[in-house]
């Protein structure tokens, strides 16, 4: 029996099937890129109507009371907090994901005296390397870089800071956070998670772990639109200690007061410079609510199934391409990447098909599994344009007309 014919039979028995509904998705598309992007939920538009036309419109300046706007960072945080093992009070949804990287990287430097290095691993998202370098250029940071298999090993007393992403963009290839945490804080450094790519996708314990801080954004998994806003975690332990290096007037503990001096907010509220976007906000708490309905370790599990029946799919298909994603659905995120010199014009040409994934330079073609909206005939659909692109040299004129574009 194919993968094919047990699509049907897949898609009866998954207890997530209806939540598709809840997400406005173009007819002829399979949307493999909901890990830059997450899907539109169909309650977002009439939530932002409602901010726009009654709290806007009527309420006007009336509504950062009586709408909630002035509580929405905190609240929403409180929201997410749950989704990466955390206190309510410890995370806040603002800004975005580089500007919370440049605090949290800042005050954490200041946390250590004495200590100037900055630890990471080549092939980190480019903007968590940038915000290193931004400090550079101060005097205040040194960046270390050192491979994955010899981060321990880089671990030493001029370490302030371990940064890591969770769940790497490219790959999908997933860090031990617990014994990575445990390493750092042995050799007297703080530890820093960029969970973008692992929020709403699969479980996180930060607190469990003892990590010291997190970042993450509210556009891929949590479905909250393009740009919408960050979200930062500072444990409990550490608020006391963490100070604001972006000393913006909403994250003063009395903001209406109007004082020329700064006075930082208690607890996570620190963590806040300046105005709200207050629209973003009430986008990315429909995607947040949606996704905590749904569950994290249900969207994780049928994301490892999907998975898994994609790559059952391309060998019933006779594809063989390089996976460099780990093998292990386990050891990965809600994504697959396969290494091919040919990568980017597959994408176009798997694009034209109504296919979505993308592509990341130089070889990688990188599909996102998106468990709340996806489905088993999606996957049995993706394998099968995959194996005919691939048969029909169709990739070869998708090549052959980007390189007359540019040219």
């Known amino acids: 029996m194919t993968p094919e014919t047990r699509v049907a039979e897949f898609d ?10 809840r997400f406005t998705l173009p007819g002829g598309v399979i949307y493999l890129d909901g890990n830059s992007l997450g899907a539109l939920p169909k309650a977002t538009g009439p939530a932002l109507q409602q901010v726009i036309a009654q709290q806007w419109g009527e309420g006007l300046i009336r509504s950062w009371n009586s709408a909630g706007w002035f ?27 580089s500007v919370n990287l440049f605090k949290l990287i800042a005050g954490a430097l200041a946390m250590r005296p004495g200590r100037r290095v900055i630890l990471s691993e080549p092939g980190n998202f480019p903007t968590d390397l940038y915000m290193i370098a931004g400090l550079e250029a101060q005097g205040l ?4 870089l ?18 890591l992403t969770h769940v790497h963009y490219k790959t999908g290839a997933m860090h031990d956070m617990a014994a990575l945490t445990r390493a750092a804080h042995d050799a007297g450094a703080l530890v820093l998670w960029d969970l973008s790519h692992s929020t709403g996708a699969l479980p996180v314990d930060l607190n469990g772990v003892g990590a010291d801080f997190a970042v993450g954004c509210g556009y891929k998994y949590l479905c909250g639109g393009p740009g919408a806003p960050a979200f930062a975690f500072v444990a409990r332990r550490n ?4 100070q604001q290096p972006l000393t913006g007037w909403f994250g003063h503990a009395s903001p209406f007061a109007f004082s020329d001096d700064y006075e930082g907010a208690p607890g996570i509220e620190r963590l806040q410079c300046g105005t709200p976007p207050v629209l973003g906000l009430a986008a990315l708490e429909i995607g947040v609510d949606l996704i905590a309905e749904i569950g994290v370790h249900r969207l994780y599990a ?11 799919s391309l060998m019933a298909h006779g594809v063989e391409l390089e ?6 659905a386990g050891k990965r995120g809600s994504q697959l990447s396969f290494r091919t010199p ?48 691939l048969t029909s040299g169709e990739w070869q004129r998708a090549e052959f007309q980007e390189r007359a574009a540019v040219t």
Do not use: N, W
């Open 12 to 21: 009866a028995a998954d207890p997530l099937a209806h939540y598709r509904d």
């Open 71 to 97: 509580e929405a960072a905190g609240r929403i945080g409180g929201k997410i907090a749950p989704l990466v093992g955390a206190d309510r009070d410890e995370v806040i949804a603002c800004d975005s994901t």
């Open 141 to 144: 940071a040194t960046r270390r």
């Open 146 to 163: 050192a491979e994955r298999h010899r981060l321990t090993e880089a671990l030493d007393g001029d370490v302030a800071l371990l940064m």
């Open 239 to 242: 608020h006391d200690t963490f």
């Open 302 to 312: 049928k994301s490892q199934a999907l998975s898994e029946f994609f790559l059952e």
């Open 323 to 328: 996976l460099v994603s780990p093998p292990q």
């Open 342 to 389: 040919d990568a980017y014009a597959i994408c176009q040409a798997l694009i034209a098909r109504g296919v979505i994934g993308d592509f990341r330079a130089p070889d990688v073609l990188r599909l996102g599994f998106a468990p709340a909206y996806l489905s088993f005939a999606d996957m049995a659909g993706a394998a099968r344009h995959l194996a005919e692109v």
